[in-house]
């Protein structure tokens, strides 16, 4: 039996809910055109919050403080409550080195001219300035010295987590201290593709640990288009 992709939180767009194997044909899915997400029936769509500033701003939809108000783009609460202490990172480093570019994107070798490539043109697409390792560092520079100098450059990072990233991590040899302070700073966003959060968390449950964006709920331009709302300032 098909399994939902998101069983907790939703669907938050009518692509992650129409590629789920479980609900694609399924009728317990309703669209709600206040909020454009897809939430199971019963459940509530548009989520608020209140106090602290993780709060949603609108009943309609679940949108953080950095989105604009004429933004289409739907977050569900997991989503808040993980990237907005990314925001904060991006805010005071904004403030401190105001030259540094937006985000830089960390990925599997393997990964360069596919997912990876589609995820930095989105990017730039969008406005984002981005560190892009395929173009700044040579084959072979280790994972964690890729992420120390893509963030030396960048506000905050990107982690792609794809299968050829997974059969990866094993031999590079993540110091845990270090990724641990990396998380601890709240600098990196793992986003998720064509893999899951459990299968990363067998890897590495540090980087597990640090929800982030998973294409199985946004397609890959809409988590672009997350990014680069959660960098404008």
């Not at 905050?156 to 601890?184: C, N």
Request: charged share 20%; net charge positive; with cysteine.
């Amino acid at each position: 039996m098909a399994r939902c992709t998101a069983p907790v939180r939703g669907h938050s767009s009518a692509s992650a809910a129409a590629e789920c194997p479980a609900c694609r044909h399924s009728s317990r899915y309703a669209y709600s055109r206040s909020s454009s997400s897809y939430a199971p029936s019963g459940s509530t769509a548009g989520y608020s919050t209140s106090g602290g500033s993780s709060s949603v701003r609108s009943s309609s939809g679940s949108r953080p403080k950095w989105s604009n108000a004429g933004s289409s783009i739907v977050y569900t609460p997991a989503q808040v409550q993980s990237l907005t202490p990314i925001r904060e990172t991006v805010e005071t480093r904004a403030e401190t080195q105001p030259d540094l570019r937006d985000v830089f994107l960390c990925h599997a070798w393997d990964d360069r001219q596919g997912p990876a490539k589609e995820l930095h043109d989105l990017l730039v697409a969008a406005g984002v300035k981005v560190w892009f390792s395929e173009k700044d560092l040579g084959l072979g520079v280790p994972m964690m010295r890729a992420i120390d100098k893509g963030l030396a450059k960048s506000r905050i990072g990107l982690v792609l987590v794809t299968p050829a990233l997974l059969a990866r991590l094993p031999k590079e040899g993540v110091a845990d201290k270090e990724l641990s302070a990396l998380l601890a700073g709240n600098q990196l966003v793992p986003i998720v593709h064509n893999t899951t959060y459990v299968a990363l968390r067998d890897i590495s449950p540090l980087l597990a640990s640090r929800s982030g964006l998973d294409t199985a709920e946004d397609s890959m331009a809409v988590v672009a288009r997350k990014i680069a709302e959660l960098v404008t300032l």
